[in-house]
């Protein structure tokens, strides 16, 4: 039953609340030991979206069905709530980087340099070993069937005669040292022959085909070598007009070039060193031999499987076509997917340290799937509801088919509100969370044109003391969330404060620096010469190289770290305030009334057990907002 005039509900719906009281528990962003971290806690058994928009309004966020709020003056790490107006978004350099790479990576263009984080690892054994398949890290087909089709025989057997000339050149190396024109402790590098391109000949020679600078290495080697009084005597003992012959490059050039013809030339090629350069020409009505090496057998693709470790990605082999990828993102309510769960596993494993056994289905569940928003869909011919519907939501990452990260959010009347998000950690290069991130503000903009109330991204607490919450007021212009009068505040006023002291009235700064502005603004207009002071606006500047990272929500809300420890206590400032709870209503049993009638329907009840339930009933009221309790259901369990 409920008292004469009672509603608990919003569009027809019911928010109802068990009331967990004060809460202590270990901080997980300053690792500090005790119990530091104190927060409300609610356990929401339903609650609609516009009630749960409201409660972010107010500083709450939820782990699964458990809503909490920092309380700030206690708590050693207070944590403000962040959010971004997405029109008015402006991308960073950075952010724009993070694009352009999933943009490359998606057409088969990016260079992947980090052989731990790529999932473009190249493990060409996979090749040799069955060279009629694909190597599965890249997606290139094998060498030996890309010489079988025909369409780049010509390219691997010019790679080939490059190969063959540096070894020339290294026999030549060798030559020299043998008979005492270089130092046999030098350690001289691998020649490197490349292919003159086309506006090279027009500089030099129109038969100029191929070049190795060679030369100047070795000339700095002996050099150095001779610095440090590490050559042989007899370097380059031979002398001109009674004087030793200077170690340049040149001269080695033409003491390589003179080695290789005593061995014999390559066929269709003339050797010759030219300013350093010890350069391949072709040779008058002769053709250059590409074909010394037999085509499409074992042997030839071993020959080219040092080139194919070096060069397996798809910026270096560029005569093999790109692989593109196909993205889909994909929108899908709030539920249990297998293929999700063991993505999560894999990346609390390997992302943050989780032990296997600690990382259970159930307490994902708690954690990611469960939720008490209750589903709004979409009404047909209105511009109040996006065509997803209000509630909670993962947000699906899928590459050609694989799921690589998921977004956990809530979409509510005025906010994508962004609660977590998990990807796999074979594709750490990507920078997952700072593309997710633009991708859901990218979602707010589109969205607004199917719900115009809907223009903010909510991307949850912001601790200015904890690196890896940075990241965060990156994403500008951001505003955090006055703890006291749950105002907006501009990040960039607040910030220098912040960097003083962890814990800000930020509406009162905000304010003082507004009329403080004011005046100065109206004094220069007055006729003065000095300008306004803007150091705050320099500060808000300078945290454009602060650390950032991927994934967002780091540990934050998982039920799992907080210690339900409760905390009764009243403070003076609770007492101090009062607020009339009569008119709450209360779910006792399945019935439902308000405070004020418990006696008149229950008859005589412990005068105890009513002055604790008004004095959690005032605490109630002071957390969540004399409106939000007006119509909540506050249920006794």
């Known amino acids: 039953m409920m008292g004469d005039g009672a509603s608990s509900s919003r569009g027809g719906e019911e928010t ?67 959010r971004l107006k997405a029109h008015d978004f402006v991308p960073s350099k950075e952010q724009i980087r993070v694009h352009k790479k999933m943009e490359r990576f998606l057409h088969g263009t990016l260079n992947v340099r980090s052989s731990n984080q790529s999932e473009e690892k190249v493990n060409c054994t996979k090749c040799s070993n069955n060279s009629t398949n694909e190597c599965a890290a890249t997606g290139l087909r094998s060498p030996l069937k890309e010489l079988a089709s025909g369409k780049t025989e010509k390219k691997f057997k010019e790679v080939d ?70 050559t042989d005597p007899c370097v380059f003992n031979a002398s001109q007009n009674g004087r030793s012959l200077e170690v340049t490059p040149n001269l080695i050039a033409e003491k390589l070039a003179s080695s290789i013809k005593e061995v014999g030339e390559p066929s269709g090629l003339l050797v010759k060193g030219c300013n350093g350069h010890l350069n391949f020409y072709s040779l008058p009505n002769q053709s250059v031999d590409l074909v010394s090496a037999p085509v499409a057998t074992e042997a030839y693709v071993q020959t080219f499987e040092g080139v194919i470790k070096k060069n397996c990605s798809y910026d270096n082999i560029s005569y093999l076509p790109p692989k593109k990828r196909k993205l889909e993102i994909r929108m899908k309510k709030s539920s ?6 063991a993505l999560y596993k894999r990346y609390q494993i390997q992302v943050h340290g989780d032990l296997p056994e600690k990382v259970t289905e159930s307490s994902y569940r708690r954690f990611l799937v469960d939720t008490p928003i209750i589903f709004v869909p979409a009404a047909t011919g209105t511009k109040s509801v996006p065509p997803c519907g209000f509630g909670s939501f993962h947000q ?68 200015h003391s904890c690196s890896k919450m940075r990241y965060k007021a990156a994403y500008r212009p951001s505003e955090l969330l006055c703890p ?39 004094y220069f207009s007055n006729g003065t010469s000095s300008c306004p002071d803007s150091n705050y606006h320099n500060e808000a500047s300078s945290d454009e190289n602060e650390e950032v990272i991927a994934d967002r929500e780091v540990g934050e809300e998982d039920e799992d770290d907080k210690t339900d420890t409760e905390d009764t206590t009243v403070s003076l400032q609770d007492k ?33 057990f009513i002055r604790e339930l008004e004095l959690q009933l005032q605490r109630f009221v002071r957390v969540v907002g004399r409106e939000l309790s007006s119509h909540l259901i506050y249920s006794l369990g």
Request: glycine share 6%; charged share 25%.
């Open 396 to 463: 699906q990452y899928v590459i050609d088919g694989k799921l690589v990260a998921v977004g956990v959010v809530d979409i509510l009347p005025r906010c994508l509100s962004s609660k977590y998000l998990f990807w796999d950690p074979d594709l750490a290069f990507l920078s997952l969370g700072k593309y997710s991130a633009l991708q859901e503000i990218n979602w707010v903009k589109e969205t607004q044109l199917f719900c115009p109330s809907l223009h903010f991204y909510y991307l949850g607490y912001y601790i």
């Open 161 to 230: 005669l490059l190969h063959r000339l540096s070894k020339r050149i290294d026999d030549a190396v060798s030559a020299c040292i043998e008979r005492g024109e270089f130092s046999s402790t030098a350690k001289f590098p691998e020649a490197v022959v490349k292919k003159v391109k086309l506006q090279g000949k027009r500089k030099f020679m129109e038969d100029l085909l191929y070049s190795s600078n060679a030369a100047f290495q070795i000339a700095a080697l002996l050099r150095r070598a001779e610095a440090e009084g590490n």
């Open 576 to 608: 101090l305030q009062v607020f009339d709870v009569s008119s709450i209503v209360i779910d006792l049993n399945g019935s439902r009334l308000r405070f004020k009638d418990l006696q008149q329907v229950f008859g005589p009840i412990n005068k105890n």
């Open 336 to 341: 249990f997917d297998p293929e999700e769960f």
């Open 16 to 82: 109802v609340v068990i009331d967990h009281g004060r809460r202590r528990s270990s901080c997980g962003y300053c690792r500090s030991t005790g119990y530091t971290s104190i927060s409300h806690g609610l356990w929401a058994q339903s609650i609609t979206a516009d009630d749960y928009q409201d409660l972010l309004d107010r500083g709450w966020r939820r782990s699964g069905c458990f809503l909490y709020k920092p309380e700030m003056e206690r708590t050693c790490c207070p944590s403000y709530t962040i």
């Open 484 to 522: 006291l009068r749950y105002e907006w505040v501009p990040f960039n006023i607040v910030k220098c404060l912040l960097d003083k002291k962890p814990y800000v009235v930020l509406s009162d700064f905000a304010n003082q620096q507004n009329e403080a502005l004011s005046s100065e603004v109206s």
